[in-house]
């Protein structure tokens, strides 16, 4: 699940430097989530040590992860991604169920998230009343969603500038926050400490970290890209998550500085609050613009990118051909961005009526998610036993125990999410158990996908 911004890559094959591969993996990762999660990460904790140990133990689980991704795409290069990983380590209809997945709860789930930070974000911009920033989510999905069935298309350097946005907005708030001291509020006893004890309130707290650092499994992407893979992909990791981590460290401990653990975690909008306590509210508002026109572009990605999954099933499943169709005048699959359009719509509605709208998607996708990057984890032991006659310029170092760790952290994210997240929780499951009976209509594929 990415709720960084959306980045393209087109190049040349071995045309990216590692200079070119840091700056892809740092774009992907740093984004929208950066202004949404913090403040549902110090629900969970009980004290500002306790908050930075998870960011910075999220980078570390980051780089595990994209290690582990590394060795997949670098030996099983694809434009499916996990879905082909996952459909030669387990076959096609694990595959296939993945792709119901991530069609019904992990793509439509994160657009549904990021949606609900940009309405928080654009209400305080413009208020609609008591529900607004769930109108505002609402009136983003079906703005931009008209857009991609238009055939609407971001172009590069448009998308380079909303990235440098973010970074902006980024880069103003550490600023601030380190250069400023308001006086933190006392700090009160953890809602989620109390309710679900140290265990699961922390692991709550690790999926969001987990989720704001979202998107380094792009990483597996750009092996075919770059000029020596099995040399600069381990080195574009490193120093990617090296400096993601550096930058969400910083930016937290401004967020400490300036709100203290008590009141991050009242925060609606902690970005523009920052900017609203040091600077006016002339800066929180052309911050509160700037996270606007980052959370659209990551929601429009998310829009355009999400729908191939529907496409696919599409083409998969005969029974669901229709929404395979195909409009050559716009280069996009209409009928797949209506279903994901009114899937997602459902979500803000569901969302709406819980208590936090971030909250409850999050909830909703992330034991779903979880489970299945379990799988890809244990996908890189699974493909060495099954295929150990397959080239792969890049291996994971140390294995079988990064795989190994990289699945056991995975395993315990499943069940922290499915405990203590609450109904949203057994929503996303249950949507995921659903997709077996379809699954089922698939024909039997003759052997395993090249």
Not at 34 to 44: K, R, S, T
Not at 290 to 307: E, P, W
Not at 331 to 351: D, E, K, N, S
């Amino acid at each position: 699940m990415n709720t960084g911004a959306t980045a393209t890559v087109s190049a040349r094959a071995g045309a990216l430097t590692v200079l070119d591969g840091v700056a892809v993996l740092v774009g992907v990762v740093i984004g929208i989530g950066i202004f949404g999660f913090p403040p549902l990460v110090a629900q969970y904790t009980d004290s500002p040590l306790i908050y930075m140990a998870l960011w910075a133990a999220g980078g570390a689980v980051m780089l595990v992860g994209a290690l582990c991704y590394a060795e997949l795409g670098s030996a099983y290069p694809n434009a499916g991604g996990e879905y082909h990983y996952l459909s030669r380590a387990w076959g096609l209809r694990t595959g296939l169920l993945f792709a119901w997945a991530r069609g019904t709860v992990i793509q439509t789930g994160a657009i549904a998230a990021v949606a609900f930070i940009y309405g928080d974000y654009a209400q305080q911009l413009y208020g609609l009343g008591p529900q607004g920033g769930s109108i505002h989510a609402a009136l983003s999905v079906v703005l931009l969603t008209a857009l991609n069935i238009a055939g609407t298309r971001q172009s590069k350097w448009m998308q380079l500038a909303f990235t440098a946005l973010t970074l902006a907005a980024l880069s103003s708030v550490v600023v601030a926050g380190l250069l400023t001291d308001t006086g933190p509020a006392p700090l009160a006893p953890a809602a989620g400490l109390a309710a679900d004890g140290w265990a699961g309130a922390w692991g709550m707290g690790m999926v969001f970290v987990l989720l704001t650092y979202g998107g380094w499994n792009e990483t597996a992407y750009l092996s075919a890209e770059l000029r020596n893979p099995a040399r600069d992909l381990r080195r574009v990791l490193i120093i990617g998550t090296v400096v993601v981590t550096g930058a969400y460290l910083l930016i937290n401990l401004a967020f400490l500085e300036i709100f203290g653990l008590q009141g991050l975690r009242q925060s609606q909008a902690v970005g523009a609050d920052v900017l609203r306590l040091t600077a006016g509210p002339y800066a929180a508002t052309a911050l509160s613009v700037l996270v606007c026109c980052t959370a659209l572009s990551t929601i429009n990605g998310t829009i355009m990118t999400g729908a191939r999954v529907y496409y696919a099933l599409g083409r998969d499943l005969p029974r669901l051909r229709a929404l395979g169709a195909w409009n050559e005048r716009g280069q996009t699959p209409v009928r797949a961005l209506l279903l994901q359009g009114a899937i997602t719509l459902a979500l803000i509605i569901f969302g709406a009526v819980a208590d936090n709208g971030v909250q409850a998607m999050v909830a909703y996708t992330a034991p779903v998610f979880w489970l299945f990057m379990m799988l890809v984890a244990l996908s890189v032991w699974r493909l060495r036993r099954i295929d150990p006659d397959r080239p792969r310029p890049f291996r994971t170092p140390a294995y079988p125990f990064t795989p190994a760790l990289f699945a056991l952290v995975c395993a315990g994210l499943v069940w922290s999410s499915t405990l203590y997240a609450g109904t949203g929780a057994l929503v996303g499951l249950g949507v995921l158990v659903l997709g077996m009976p379809v699954i089922a209509l698939a024909r039997r594929a003759p052997g395993r996908p090249g």
